[in-house]
């Protein structure tokens, strides 16, 4: 049973639209992270955490902004939704030690119209 | 920098047939090596792990040694079953992020 919880699981928006990806943890775990994953199942970093108030961007660069208010909390935004948002999106979360195994929720599956 | 490559698929096996599943990393110092695995619909699991040289990382049938010597860290598993059907992943950790190579389609036919 997943420990991290992503909603919604799916989401077809219009072009122009403002969403917010939602990604909650209740395993206590410092690390969080968004990752885009195209049709050919390639993951790509976007945005991580190391903690409240920290937030970087990934190796992929990304129009969404995220933020980490709380720990356990990680939502992701897009502004405005355009087509070539259309993907998979991708929470994980992981402890702080650097062979810490990456946690992943069940993904947000966004098409934009 | 740090990279992975894994073998491109997608590979298709008959039931209880031998799977191996290539995976080659470039890093610098001593990363640590991981398997996911992604079922139709889901996120990723971790399927096993290895911290350091000749360690073998084991689950569900599922056997990968670091091999240092090779830069190797190959997915094997003696039997695969339908229910193994899923995209593999195989992932370098080094500087406190993971690298995952680009995944590998496997479907298992009865």
């Known amino acids: 049973e997943a420990d991290i919880y992503q909603t919604p699981r799916y989401l077809v928006i219009g072009t122009g639209k403002k969403i917010t990806l939602e990604c909650s943890q209740t395993m206590g775990h410092d690390k969080m992270y968004w990752y885009q994953q195209d049709p050919g199942m390639e993951l790509h970093l976007i945005h991580y955490s190391y903690g409240v108030n920290s937030t970087e961007k990934g190796d992929l660069s990304s129009e969404s902004t995220v933020s980490r208010i709380r720990t356990e909390h990680f939502p992701l935004t897009l502004e405005s939704a355009r087509p070539s948002h259309t993907s998979q999106y991708l929470c994980?979360?992981?402890?702080?030690?650097?062979?810490?195994?990456?946690?992943f929720g069940n993904g947000t599956r966004l098409t934009v119209t | 920098g740090d990279s992975v490559t894994q073998m491109e698929g997608p590979v298709t096996l008959s039931e209880e047939a031998f799977l191996t599943i290539n995976c080659t990393y470039t890093a610098t110092g001593y990363p640590s090596l991981f398997w996911y695995v992604q079922y139709p619909g889901e996120g990723l699991q971790l399927l096993l792990k290895?911290?350091?040289?000749?360690d073998k990382g084991s689950n569900k049938g599922f056997e990968a040694t670091y091999r240092k010597e090779t830069t190797s860290f190959h997915l094997e598993k003696g039997s695969v079953q339908v229910s193994d059907s899923a995209v593999y992943f195989c992932a370098l950790g080094n500087t406190g992020k993971l690298i995952f190579g680009q995944g590998t389609t496997l479907q298992v036919k009865p």
């Open positions: 290895a911290t350091k040289a000749d």
């Open positions: 994980a979360s992981s402890g702080l030690g650097r062979n810490s195994p990456l946690h």
